[in-house]
């Protein structure tokens, strides 16, 4: 497939098929992954790979995902955002912990930390967190080439499922992606239109 069309393929979904995705699909985008740039050349990244449905339940429970959502509050946090961010958050925030519970694999991207983010003094300090970005990205878009597709969930209770997972203390977790194939439901989420010219800059702004 052309670049340009996986670009333009990629899309966040929280809605999947009941349908394994082939270790060797994962592979090819984890492969791909670790040929992003990186600010220090090491590629200090890893990948845990979960499917079953015990280790997801670590992640639910660390992220207190199984409280219930107010539709009614949550609109109200939201009324006066913009109407793509706000149908974006209305959509995703009832949906994480199906999104886990129903995605075939979710993986969990981790990165060795220069500086802990919040100990960071410098835009210079948080060049790994940057870099594994670049990371995700590639793999997002090797997975979008397979019709295989996620959405990034940023835990806030990192600690706790760094202890739930047995991951090493020198490491962070960058995100937690569910992916799959996108159910025949899948909502497909406005993207906010964007004036390129007007975003281009030359010598100055």
């Known amino acids: 497939m052309e ?12 809605d999947f098929q009941d349908k394994l995705v082939p270790e060797s699909i994962i592979e090819y985008a984890i492969e791909n992954a ?7 050349h090491l590629r200090d990244w890893d990948f845990i790979i979960i499917n079953g449905l015990e280790s997801k339940l670590k992640l639910i429970e660390s992220e207190h995902l199984d409280k219930i959502i107010n539709i009614t509050d949550l609109e109200k946090l939201f009324e ?3 109407i793509v961010k706000k149908e974006m958050y209305l959509d995703a ?10 995605a075939p694999s979710v993986i969990v991207v981790l990165f060795k930390p220069k500086t802990k983010v919040e100990k960071a003094k410098t835009i210079y300090d948080l060049n790994c967190l940057a870099s594994v970005w670049t990371c995700i990205e590639n793999f997002l878009l090797s997975l979008a080439e397979h019709d295989v597709f996620g ?6 209770n990192i600690d706790s499922i760094k202890a739930k997972l047995e991951i090493p203390v020198d490491l962070e977790i ?8 996108m159910a025949n439901d899948a909502k497909i989420l406005k ?9 281009i800059h030359f010598e100055k702004w």
């Open 3 to 14: 670049f340009n069309k996986v670009i333009e393929k990629r899309r966040t979904i929280r």
């Open 34 to 40: 670790f040929k992003a740039p990186t600010y220090n």
């Open 80 to 82: 006066k955002e913009d």
């Open 93 to 102: 925030i009832p949906k994480q912990k199906k999104m886990i519970l129903t």
């Open 151 to 156: 959405v990034t969930f940023i835990p806030q």
């Open 174 to 181: 960058a995100s937690i992606i569910p992916i799959g194939y």
């Open 191 to 199: 993207q906010k239109t964007i004036n390129i010219p007007e975003r």
